[in-house]
């Protein structure tokens, strides 16, 4: 009896880890399609561009390069870009894509990829 007692807590507490394992993953964003992403980019150029300059050193709108997002988590940049910031010049985007588009454009903007 004890050692079936002992079993059945091994295996609750193997499904805790289980549960705990899947709680504590991020969740990763399904990429864009390549021609969605050349969309996301043409936008990250042309529209971003016009306020944060055309290099993304910044203009009307801060800079957009590496080391000035770096103090920000993804989850405030995704939701500045849907949500725009109110007060600001900053739009919201949201109409214009969605969730995982506005994150991997994080993405790039992290790693400087235009």
Known sequence: MLAL?????????????????????????AEPSSARQNELLAL?????GACHGLTLQGGMGPALLPETLSGKPDDFLVA???????????????TFM???????LVHVLRKNKQ
């Open 5 to 29: 007692i002992g079993r059945y807590n091994y295996f609750l507490g193997g499904l805790f880890l289980v549960f705990l394992s899947g709680v504590m993953q991020p969740v990763l964003a």
């Open 98 to 104: 969605t969730q995982d588009d506005a994150l991997w």
């Open 44 to 48: 990250l150029k042309n529209d971003c």
């Open 80 to 94: 500045t870009i849907l949500n725009g910031r109110k007060g600001t010049a900053m739009p919201p985007w949201q």
